[in-house]
């Protein structure tokens, strides 16, 4: 009788146990960068300014600075194990998600629990901002231990066997994770824009429903066999950092690091807003181009990291990988190039550097004392990650301190009365105008500018003339990005609303319904009569529902004769998908499709008594010449280090391959 397999020796168990462990990897990825493509929504919907988000970004990397995370997870997963830490840093960084949606919520903004409480203490921060700082810090509290836990699963499974591979792919499906934030989260802001933040929660609430799953499967695995995965002489110790600081390669390289991760991940928090102010993106297209940066390192790192395995050079290629860094920031600041080609520069740098860098550790540290000096290393990191989101949105801030401007009711007023053309000024941050130049205007009416309530939001684009001023029509844009359904007026006396859905199949549109329009209080429309055709019932479909005003207009003319006539206008239309049940009828949510035209008349933007935010693009140059500040110091230590080499004897510039055959 032949003795039972081990799962980890079944390569099916093992492979799948690696998908879902990167998924789970993947789904903290995804949420780290999700913010970033809708940062100005952030900013306009919750009042934030550049240096708030930045609050909120740098919170995550607090755990790590202050409360040792990267060092302290570690030892807690060596005492209590990978089940039930995993599954307390997974939760805790879920619970995280799920505050940073809740802050955002139209249920907190509007007194929701926990809105009393919050306001009442350091009010010159709002309870948004506060709750959403929070829970971003308890989501990197969870997830960079978590990614450790993930990372010995890995180890626990694949060890003597595919080990680098199963790394590798781990590392690749998480980035993947990070490039999917930049392309879906633009694409999830309809019907409501938090519902791209909903979305990465419920990928973390199921990415810890997968831990669940693969808990159950590491009991039966423990079980069958007890795996040691501890090594005491990797474990971190404290006597080991006097010899790690006084060796110039791990401080050179430790520099290099703080300097290039610095000027790479706050970069990314701030890149969509970047290519949407400088080049006047729209957010998708945007969010697409950053996402090539980590598209770019999935691809390019495993061949930079063969090429320093087997060919070496491993300090040139970080020497490389800085000067790109430098190039690249610097386009992005000083030019208006084409932005995909230094975001390609940049995905490049990212991918040369780490591939030669984290290998080179193993050259100049002892294998006794790795723990410690990736652990340190690792530390050091998080304190630039900390600090320069903070300073870039700073800097994004005083740089710009004339990129929006209030109307209050009564200003909003004068505007109406002039036919809702608007004249502003575009002014740099020493008040001199800024001519001649094109740029993408926002305006966003509210009903209360203190409290809030976007009635519409829409964009124009326009150009400045020789005295930086410029001339917009309000609720007359090239795009019209949101209009509040519940504030569309109801009908006159002598005007009818008339409905007309239109089913989309292969860009054909066939009327489906044709009918008088009402709602319900909660914007439901419900079809008046049966759709007749029978192969239209019990499905779902792709539409398009427009809604016209209908008004019968009697006159007289010159002879006396009474003329009547109907006045239709388009007041209202929306891409939605919607589902027609058995007996022909359907009901529509309106307002949550993708809007694609509102009659500023029919939402009273020209006669009610609202407020008007107008944002101006923001300049970057400022924050981009600190990443390029960054990027020179990451140069200089990279030189400093290739020429320390030179002298101690690391073999840096020898292949990876070389060195272990040579220690064998």
């Known amino acids: 009788m032949s003795a039972k397999r081990l799962l980890t020796e079944i390569p099916a168990a093992r492979w799948g146990v690696l998908i879902l462990a990167s998924f789970i990897m993947a789904t903290n990825y995804y949420f780290y960068d999700l913010l970033a493509p809708i940062q100005d929504l952030v900013r306009i919907n919750l009042g934030f300014s550049a240096s708030d988000y930045g609050l909120v970004m740098s919170a995550y990397a607090f755990p790590n600075v202050f409360l040792a995370m990267a060092i302290l997870g570690g030892i807690i997963l060596d005492r209590i194990g990978i089940r039930i830490t995993g599954f307390s840093f997974i939760f805790l960084m879920s619970v995280g998600g799920a505050l940073t949606a809740y802050a ?20 010159s921060y ?36 595919e080990i680098a591979l199963a790394l590798g792919l781990n590392l690749a499906i998480g980035r993947l994770g990070a490039a999917l934030a930049f392309t879906l989260s633009p694409r999830l802001v309809h019907p409501e824009w938090t519902t791209a933040i909903y979305f990465g929660v419920l990928l973390l609430w199921i990415g810890l429903l997968g831990f669940i ?15 040691d995965l ?6 971190f110790k404290l006597s080991d950092l006097k010899d790690l600081v006084t060796n110039r390669s791990v401080i050179f390289i430790t520099l290099l690091c703080v300097t290039f991760y610095s000027a790479v991940f706050p970069f990314l928090k701030f890149a969509p807003d970047l290519l949407m102010n400088k080049f006047s993106m729209a957010r998708q297209v945007a969010g697409d181009v950053t996402s090539y940066l980590m598209y770019g ?20 290629l970080m020497y490389l990988g800085s000067g790109l860094l430098i190039v690249a920031h610097l386009m992005f600041a000083l030019t208006y190039l084409e932005p995909r080609v230094p975001i390609v520069l940049l995905g490049i740098a990212f991918s040369l550097v780490p591939a030669a860098m984290w290998p080179a550790v193993t050259k ?8 410690t000096a990736y652990g340190f290393m690792f530390s050091v990191q998080n304190i630039g990650l900390f600090i320069f989101p903070m300073l870039i949105g700073w800097v994004v801030d005083t740089s710009n301190p004339n990129y929006r401007t209030v109307l209050s009711s009564q200003q909003f ?27 993408l205007v926002t305006a966003v009416v509210f009903e209360d500018i203190i409290g809030g309530n976007i009635v519409w939001t829409e964009s124009h684009k326009t150009g400045t003339n020789d005295l930086g001023d ?12 949101s209009a509040n359904f519940s504030n569309l007026r109801e009908p006159r006396e002598y005007e009818r609303f008339r409905a007309e859905l239109i089913k989309i199949d292969d860009d054909i549109e066939n009327i489906i319904y044709d009918g008088y329009f009402e709602v319900d209080e909660n914007n439901v429309f419900v079809s008046q009569t049966d759709i007749p055709a029978r192969d239209l019932r019990d499905k779902s479909h792709r539409g398009l529902i427009r809604i016209f005003s209908a008004i019968d207009y009697v006159y007289e003319n010159e002879d006396g004769e009474q003329i009547q006539e109907k006045i239709i206008e388009k007041v209202w239309e929306e891409t939605t998908r919607f589902y027609v049940d058995e007996a022909g009828q359907f009901e529509i949510i309106m307002g949550q499709g993708r809007l694609q035209h509102a009659s500023r008349e029919h939402f009273g933007l020209t006669s009610d008594s609202y407020s008007l935010e107008i944002i101006k693009p923001l300049d970057y140059t400022n924050p981009m010449l600190v990443f390029s500040l960054l990027g020179f110091l990451g140069f200089l230590f990279a030189y400093l280090l290739k020429r320390e080499d030179k002298t101690s004897g690391y073999g840096l510039e020898l292949p990876n391959k070389a060195k272990k055959e040579e220690n064998e």
Do not use: C, H
């Open 470 to 481: 410029f001339n917009i029509e309000i609720g007359n844009p090239e795009v019209i990005l």
């Open 104 to 123: 955002a919520s139209a249920t907190f903004l509007g007194g929701g629990f926990g809105y009393d409480f919050l306001n009442s203490f350091l009010t």
């Open 126 to 161: 709002s309870p948004q901002l506060k709750l959403m700082i929070f829970g971003f810090f308890l989501f990197g509290l969870g997830a960079e231990t978590s990614i450790v836990v993930l990372s010995k699963i890995i180890v626990k499974w694949f060890k003597g066997r």
């Open 364 to 371: 100049i540290v002892p294998t006794a004392k790795l723990g």
């Open 297 to 316: 390192t999935i691809l390019l790192t495993p061949l930079f990291g063969w090429y320093a395995d087997n060919k070496g050079k491993s300090a040139t």
């Open 213 to 227: 799953i693969y808990m159950l499967i590491d009991t039966k695995v423990d079980r069958q066999v007890t795996i």
């Open 230 to 235: 501890k090594d005491p002489e990797e474990e």
């Open 413 to 439: 007023e004068m505007v109406q009365a002039d036919n809702m053309d608007y004249t502003g000024s575009y002014l740099d941050r020493k008040d001199e105008p800024i001519a001649n130049k094109e740029i």
